[in-house]
Structures are given as C-alpha cells and as structure tokens.
C-alpha cells in the first residue's frame, strides 16, 4: 500500500465510521459471548445445585436447556455478526477501497 | 503385506484402563486388541482408496507454493467451515465425549460447550484481520511490521511445539483405536497412519487435506445423525423418556452394586467371625465395593458434577479453551484458504453451527448408549464393565441400532478422522518450518517457490518419521495430559503475540519475543508441576504437586500479556519506533482488506 492510498483511506470518514463501528459490533458481541460462558462456569463453580434442580417436575433439569442455550446462543452470535458484517460493513469498505483509488 | 500384518494380530488382553482424558483428545491406558472387523477394514479401505483418489486430483493441481499452503485461496466459506469443523470433531472428541456423557451426563456437555464458546470470539476479533494480513501461516501476521527474524522464529516454535504435541496425543490415540477397532497391532496402525499422513501432505497439499477433512465431516456427521435420531426413534422422540429411561438404567446399576456390596459386607463379617485367614481381604474388597456403590449412587447425570469443582481450574480451563483455540496453527491457517475476509467470516459461521450441532448428536449418543449399551450384556465383559472400556460407548452404539455394517461404517469413520486431522497437522508443521524458518529467516524471503515446497515436502517425510517413531515410543506413557498442553501453549505464546500484533501500536519485536517466550516456557513448566505431569506420569506421589492447578493457562497467559506489555512499552529503540509507525498501515489493511493476498496467485 503506498502512502498516498494510506492518507486517503485514513482521511476518508467513512474509515473512521467502519472502524468504529466494526470494532464496537465485534467487542460488543464477543463480551456478551465472554458473559454467557463464563455466567455459566461461575455459576457450575459457586451454585452447581440449582442447575440440577428440575425444570418442570420431570427428570429434565434446569441445566439442559441452559447448556443447549450457550451452544445456539454461539451459533446466532455469529450468524449476527456474519449477517451484519457481510452486508453493512462490507458495503462501507468497498466505498472506502473505490474512494481510495481515485 | 496388509493381510501378513493382520493375521499376525492375535488377541492380547490387556488390563482396561479407560480414562477420558482432557476433551477426550487422547486415549489413555492400555486397550486389548478385537478380533478383525471385516466390514470395518472394507469400508476403512474404501474411504482410503477414495481419498487418495483426491489426493492424485489435487497433486495434479498442486503447483505453486500458494497451492500448496493454500489450495490456491479457492476454498469456499461453506466448505472451510466444514474443514475447520472436521479439524476440531477428532475421533477422540467424538469418541471421548460421547463416552464422557455416557459415563458422567451432563458434565460431558459441559466440556463441549468449553470448546464451542471460542469460535464467536474468534470471529469477532480474529478471523477477518487474520486473513487480510496474512498469507500462508499465522506467523505472517505476527511478524507483520515487526523483526521478521526474531518473530518467525518463537511463532514457528509455538508451531512446531503444538503440532508435535498434538501429533503424539492422535498418533497414540489412533494406535489404540485401531487395535480396539480393527484387531490390527499398534505400531503398524501406527506406521500406516504415518505413511497415509505424508502421502495426502506431500502429494495434494492443502487442497487435498482441505477435501480429506471436508469428506470425513460429512460422513461424521451423517453417521451420528443417524445415531441420534435412532437414539431418539428408540424413545418415541421425546427427550423427557430418553433422559428418564438413562436416569433409571443408572439408578438400578447403583443399587445393584449396593446389593453386592452388602453381600460382600456379611461375608466378610462372616470370614471375619469365624476367623477364615482371607477376612481381612475381604473385608478391604467388601469396603472398596460399598465405597464405589457409594459414588455411584450419588452420580446425578442430569446435574453437574465434579468436574467444574474449583474456580480457578474452571476459569483457567476455559481460557485455554477458548483463547487457545484461536492459537492453534493447523486451525489458523484454515483462514488463509478462504478468497476473502467475507468468506473467512462466513467460514466460522459454517464451522460453529456444525460443532454445535455435533457436540449436541455426541450428548444424545452418550445418554442413548447408557441405556441402549448399558443394560446390553453383549457389550459387556465378565466384571460388568463396558468391552474395550467407556470410550468405546459410542462404537457399542453404532451396533447396537444399525448391525455390523453401521460397526463397520463408524469403525472406519473414527479411523479416517485421525487421518484427516494429522494430515492438516503436519501441513501447518511443515508450513512453519518451510515458509517461516526456511523462506523467511534462512533465505530472507529470497526463496524461490520451488524450492520452499521442496523443503515443506522433505519436513513433511521427516514429522512423519517422528511423528511414528514417538507415537511408538509413547504407546504406554499417559499422553492425557499433551492436548490440554498444546491448548495451553497456544494462548499463552501464540495467541497474545498474535492478538497484540493486530490490536495494539505499542508492540515492538522484543516484547513479542520476550513475552511470547516467557508464555511458552511458563506454561510448559507449570504443567511439568501440576498434578497431572507431577503425580501422574512422572510418579510422584499425590499431593507432592509444586502447582496445585490442572490448568495453567490463567497464570501463563496472564504472564505472557504483562511481560509482552512491559517489555514493549520500555523499548524506545529505534526499531521500536519505527515498528511503531507502520502499525497504522497495517490497520488499514486489516480493517478494508486493502493490498491483501487474494486468491490464487497464477
């Protein structure tokens, strides 16, 4: 990348908005993934009973549908991202490279 | 030759020991050898023949060194995915945490979400930077703007370390496997993983151990979808008489072994009594069978269990897992196979919903087998245990609902899934070697492609040589401890010098080395003197451990984020400026892809 490219795309707001926006999306996501694991691990450290009490009367306990929860809650927080990076994101950054280039 | 070596297998019994090691990646203890699986063997060698038909495919596409780290960039997003999800279901993983459910419930599914949880944040923060800096190996974004030299060196160390210690844990794990599955002896399961091993790397590359992976997953998952809706069928669909018919087969196991243990109780008080001169053995047998009734009865498969006790274990634990997955070099470089950042993204959606769905069929299976296996005494022994030990729930299974043939078919899954995963292994191990130490530190990046594909080829040969002879040398040794080692070493040096590369300014090359180095080392020692090295296989005795924790991941990391921090922010060097002022280019490009390695290069 030559300096100029770099002092365009660097001046460009568009790059500050992408930045600021990517940035917050992804650590905004990642901490509410880092909250619901270790919400769980804390709570298997500190509480572990009341995930074995029983969710309705049946054998089924309350930990079943928590642990299937973390494993679609990872699986929708990235199709989140995905959907949102692939479309928004990635339309910012072309405007950006094109603008770069003239 | 095949048939010499198989019919010179006989049946060598061995004491059981089955433990389910860290994630279940390694077999641990001795296994006995099974009579030959005829149907197994058929179908393993048809899987064989087939992908080394892929093989010759992609040899012939195979030409320049991007094809070769790379497959030429042409991968697409879903297909990576399922690469990537067939890098993490290993055979152990699918072996070993259907066997951790079966044998303790819900604590199995704890471990899955452990290794599940990384690949959001990975995503987030990782993936897209990563692919649109680098080009064949993590190595290249770490040492981006910093001393190419000193920075390639400790990431192709961190490489080699986890490559080989992985490499041992499957190498032995399949040796097991294989005599358990296929009757066949251990050194030439092994040798033949080895030979296969090298064939997929040195002839098709990347390309050809992208689709090896790719095949495997599908198949994988087909065959234990077909195991969980059997499971399923079996209970009308309803998972409240699935769990209830496993909590009640564990329920009766328990009281019969209370039953035997109070009969043992009176014989021994009998013995005792009339003062037979075993009374003192049986009263210690009579003691150890109330003791293990005890633990039985108390086992609650539906709740966690023991294995999340201490906080400190769980959070180190879960670092490990999470962070150290997004240092993993033969996953990292799965992200280079991909066009572009968008694809990289879609990659790790692919991937995580596959891992997902998985760890969710291996639950259904483990709690499927406890009462379709467990209560079946053609799968038992005389003691009562499970033939082949706990590990084996999951293959008992495969018979249990689909007759020899499905035997047969998951058989030859688990054994092509070893091979697809070592493959990838030594792929990213002979990449460290040829494009960071030889290419870009021997050469200093004046190699020609030729002959940096001739150095990967000879390293490939080499780690696979190793790779047998280790994997021999290790057959008795307990390896449980080596995956747990290697997630360790990847968070604490690999991930943090990668991670502040991409986010932080002040990193300068003396920080990334020093730091990156004192995690390497760290976490090295820390788990020689933990109880699993310590006491487990170095034979101290227990409690004599010099660090308390299973898991150093939380102090190595730590140390290695703090020394690599201090070390930089007190570097004023004029190197360290310097690298300091290209940090924003390389933002650039990490943010907008601008001037990243595109697809193929011819």
């Not at chain 1, 049946?58 to 973390?70: A, R, S």
């Not at chain 2, 001795?30 to 005829?38: G, R, T």
């Not at chain 2, 897209?128 to 001393?147: H, I, M, P, Q, W």
């Not at chain 2, 047998?285 to 709740?303: C, Q, R, S």
């Amino acid at each position: 990348m030559n300096e100029d490219v770099l002092a365009r795309v660097q001046k460009n707001p568009k790059f500050a908005e992408l930045v600021s926006k990517k940035t917050s999306f992804g650590w905004m996501l990642s901490i509410v993934m880092l909250a619901i694991y270790y919400g769980f691990i804390l709570i298997l450290a500190f509480n572990p009973q009341s995930l074995g009490t029983s969710l309705s009367g049946g054998v089924i306990t309350v930990g079943i549908p928590v642990g299937l929860f973390i494993i679609i809650s990872a699986f929708l927080l990235t199709g989140v991202y995905v959907r949102k990076a692939n479309t928004e994101f990635d339309q910012l950054t072309q405007e950006i490279v094109e603008e770069a280039k003239q | 030759m095949m048939n010499r070596l198989l019919k010179r297998a006989g049946y060598v019994a061995l004491a059981l020991m089955p433990v389910v090691a860290m994630a279940g990646e390694a077999f641990t203890g001795e296994v006995k050898k099974a009579p030959l699986n005829i149907p197994a063997i058929t179908m393993f060698f048809a899987f064989v023949a087939f992908t080394l038909g892929i093989t010759y495919w992609a040899a012939r596409r195979t030409r320049s060194a991007s094809d070769f780290y790379t497959a030429g960039g042409g991968i697409t997003g879903f297909q990576n995915g399922l690469a990537i999800a067939g890098d993490y279901m290993s055979a152990a993983s699918f072996l070993g945490i259907s066997a951790m459910v079966f044998e303790k419930g819900y604590d199995g599914l704890i471990y899955s979400i452990g290794f599940l949880v990384g690949w959001p944040v990975i995503l987030f923060l990782v993936a897209e930077r990563l692919r649109n800096l680098g080009k064949f190996t993590f190595a290249d974004v770490a040492s981006y703007r910093l001393g190419q030299t000193q920075v390639r060196i400790l990431a192709a160390t961190g490489t080699l370390v986890v490559v080989a210690l992985y490499l041992i844990a499957q190498m032995v794990g399949a040796g097991k496997l294989i005599q358990l599955l296929f009757g066949m002896s251990y050194s030439s399961a092994v040798i033949l993983v080895g030979v296969l091993m090298v064939m997929y790397v040195t002839f098709g590359g990347m390309l050809a151990t992208t689709w090896v992976q790719i095949i495997k997953a599908c198949i994988l998952l087909t065959g234990a979808s077909f195991m969980a809706f059997m499971v399923l069928a079996s209970v009308g669909f309803s998972p409240e008489a699935m769990f209830a018919k496993a909590v009640e087969v564990k329920r009766i196991a328990a009281e019969l072994m209370m039953t035997k243990a109070g009969a043992a109780q009176a014989a021994a008080a009998q013995a005792q009594a009339s003062g037979a001169p075993d009374a003192a053995e049986l009263a210690k047998k009579a003691a150890d069978l109330t003791a293990e009734a005890g633990k039985a009865g108390k086992v609650n498969i539906m709740a966690p269990g023991g294995l999340v006790s201490n906080p400190i274990d769980a959070i180190s634990l879960g670092l490990a897992l999470m962070f150290g997955t997004a240092g993993l070099p033969h996953i990292l470089m799965r992200f280079f196979t991909v066009n572009n950042a968008k694809e990289a993204r879609k990659s790790v959606f692919f991937a995580t919903g596959f891992i997902g769905y998985f760890y969710i069929l291996t639950f259904v299976i483990g709690f499927g087998a406890i009462f379709l296996v467990g209560t079946n005494p053609e799968f038992k022994d005389a003691a009562g245990k499970l033939i082949g030990g706990n590990n084996m729930a999951a293959v008992h299974l495969a018979k249990a609902v689909g007759g020899d043939w499905f035997l047969g078919f998951i058989s030859a899954v688990a054994f092509a899934t070893i091979l697809a995963v070592v493959a990838g292994l030594a792929l990213s191990g002979a990449s460290a070697v040829s494009h960071d130490l030889y290419a870009s530190v021997i050469k200093k990046g004046k190699a020609d492609s030729a002959a940096e594909m001739r150095v990967s080829k000879i390293t490939t040969l080499v780690l696979g040589v190793i790779a047998i002879v280790l994997g021999i040398a290790f057959e008795k040794q307990n390896i449980a401890f080596m995956v747990g080692l290697a997630f360790s070493i990847a968070a604490s040096a690999n991930f943090p010098v990668l991670f502040l590369s991409m986010f932080w300014k002040g990193l300068t090359t003396k920080g990334a080395v020093i730091g990156g180095f004192a995690g390497l080392i760290s976490a090295v020692v820390l788990i020689v003197l933990s109880p699993s090295v310590w006491v487990d296989v170095m034979g101290n005795p227990k409690g004599s451990e010099l660090f308390p924790y299973k898991n150093p991941a939380i102090f190595s990391m730590t140390l290695a984020f703090v020394i690599t921090w201090l070390v930089s922010v007190m570097d004023n060097s004029a190197q360290a400026q310097a690298e300091r002022k290209l940090f924003d280019a390389q933002f650039v490009r990490s943010m907008t892809g601008i001037g990243a390695s595109g697809a193929s290069e011819h």
